[in-house]
């Protein structure tokens, strides 16, 4: 049996239509891997969890800029499970930020451990890193609050040899934004 020309072409196009597929469905997976502000890039962002526009109303933490986007579910879910980790880090930014004293003591890149329980009616995330706790609490009562405490002990890191400083900070995180409720700098 001998295929026509139309026949090669037609193969050709499919084949062709097969590839451009596929080569755009993994482009367009790779560029929604993560949720950014479209304005700086910064991966501090937020939408308010729990109301009409989750997933819907976006800002950005660092720039202010505000976008509407739908993403898709398993990017946004990505993000979610992420959030407690951008909390912890928004905090210590924020501890950096608005009291000196404290910034020589957060680092500035670090490799999380990271403890969760999770049950019924609220959530705890704990994560510790040289010298550093951070409890990060969610409970159904609290709504979308989050209750953050950030603990430092210069004698939790290793080798350390000096004046044993103890940095307590405690607040909220709600709806993307910081509020301070106590913090004590010992030494």
């Known amino acids: 049996m001998r295929l026509r020309w139309w026949n090669y072409l037609l ?25 950014v502000c479209p304005k700086c890039g910064s991966r501090f962002v937020w939408t308010p969890i729990g109301t009409r526009s989750e997933n819907f109303l976006w800002r950005c ?57 999770i049950a019924l009616d609220e959530s705890v995330y704990e994560y510790s890193y ?17 209750k953050v405490t950030a603990d430092y002990s210069a004698q939790r890191v290793s080798g350390y040899v000096g004046i044993p400083h103890r940095i307590i900070w405690e607040g909220k995180f709600a709806d993307g934004s910081i509020v301070e409720e106590k913090y004590i700098h010992a030494v």
């Open 130 to 146: 040289g010298g550093w706790i951070v409890r990060i609490e969610w409970s159904v009562a609290n709504g979308p609050t989050l």
């Open 61 to 117: 933490l660092e720039c202010g800029e505000t976008w509407i986007k739908t993403y898709p579910d398993a990017v946004y879910m990505r993000w979610k499970r992420s959030m407690p980790g951008m909390v912890r880090d928004m905090v210590l930014k924020y501890i950096g930020e608005h009291h000196r004293d404290a910034a020589r003591f957060i680092p500035k890149e670090a490799e999380w451990n990271e403890y969760k329980i």
């Open 11 to 35: 193969i050709s196009v499919l084949v062709f239509g097969i590839l451009f597929r596929a080569v755009i469905s993994m482009a367009f997976r790779e560029g929604q891997a993560e949720i």
